[in-house]
């Protein structure tokens, strides 16, 4: 068995124990979950999509795998239900909140359509406190530039912060190609790493594991004891592993939250101060910006911390909301700016308001298929409803099952800060997908029927009534079988007497 690490606190070595870490006789709270018992034996976690290429991902599989995982599900369920109801406090706290997003969204806007003399200027600004600013045109030209900065400077290793930008790069992956060690510093990023996961959700990127999980990770990669699953333990020990490593960095690397085109800074949320970490270790510190995350002013920017904090996590505000302006004294400072395929969403009329997201996860957080399903079986960099309506930007074929996972109940667009048109997207997503013959066959052959059927009055009343002497009478197994979907987790209705139609022209001559 592995051994613990050494410099932790005795009694979090110890099995999980409710009485091990007390302040003033009371359990600490503050880790949720952190006191529930454990159970004997675990639920494994279950696999996220499968990914063959360009294959289109099927979704519906992956997610029925999560939902075969009870514990999973429920827990996954109940954690996201619950950001969504303390947003939901948040909101009901602030007088002005619809205000706010109206004026958030009115800032994106224009930010967007003037998003070229934007990015000069920052650009501009940030070349005037010794910024070096770079431009990447693509995922490969952001990796590319990122290693010449790097073997510039000879270094080795890299500590970053969380950043979907990278993970849309597939940052780590190049940089493991090329012999340079990268270390997240974000605790669930890091968990996500040391699994060989992506994350499965845009701001706690591990909310779709148990505690249990977690520990087995930790047990197979830092050496932790894989009965112990108290929170604090796993915490403490991956610090303790993750530090030194930290400390020894050759360079560091952030994303970026808003970037502020009449000051040349940018800014950087998170909760664990460790964008901190990678940005001030090292002495070199290099921030992946995607083009979109310009805003004009510094006044702008209050609106849109006021939004995110409270939208994502329903806190108030993040831990550190941190400013980088320029290297610190013998430092050096690099900011990439990338593109990877906005230009291209800018142009379409439908989809270029989705460029407005300020990643706050909320839109995931409230939607009943992402709270089922999990991050991981939308096999994409993004998930949930956000996801729905830019991965088939980046990839239309591979995608193209995706708009349809979504009830279209608009509850992502009613949460969404910066009032981006989720579901109406979604919805322009599956129209233009049937349109241009990327959904799968017997959906399209299905659709055409049902279509047909639909558009005929007297055909559809007769498909009805045979329909319900079929259901009265035919066999079990005929009804429930592998070609009826519906029928594999419910039972189909019985059919009633009479239907609605036989019954009005009975009861009221088809008169109004
Ligand atoms: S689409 Fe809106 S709700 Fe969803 S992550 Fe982006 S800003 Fe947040």
New binding site residues.
Partial sequence: MNTPPAMLHPELLAPFDLHAITRDGHRLDHAEGASKPLQSCPEPQPLGAKIHGSRPIDQTEAAARFIAAPEHEKMHDERLWDLRQKRDREMHGIAEWEELRALASAIKEHTLTHLDEYLEQFEANARSHGVHVHWARDAAEHNQIVHCILSDHGAKSLIKSKSMLTEECGFRHYMTSVGIEVVETDLGERIQQLDNEDPSH?VVPAVHKLRTDVAEVFAKTIGTDPANSDVHYLAEAQREATRPIILAADAGMTGCNFAVAETGTFVVCTNEGNADLSANVPKLHIASIGIEKIIPRLEHLAVFIRLLSR??LGSPVTQYTSHFRGPREGGEMHVVLVDNGRSERLGLEEFWT?L?????????NTCPVYRRSGGLSYGATYS???GL?IDPTFNQRKYSNLPFASTLNGS?SN??????N?HEQIYAWRRLLVERHETPLAKRVAMKAAGELLSRPAAYRAAIAAADVALAHLPRFVIYNGLNAWGRHREVPHPPKQTFHSWYQANRGGKQ
């Fill in positions: 845009i939208s994502a989705s407005k997201c300020i990643r706050c996860g909320a839109c995931m949930g409803p956000i309506i992502c949460v969404c800060p910066v009032k981006i989720i």
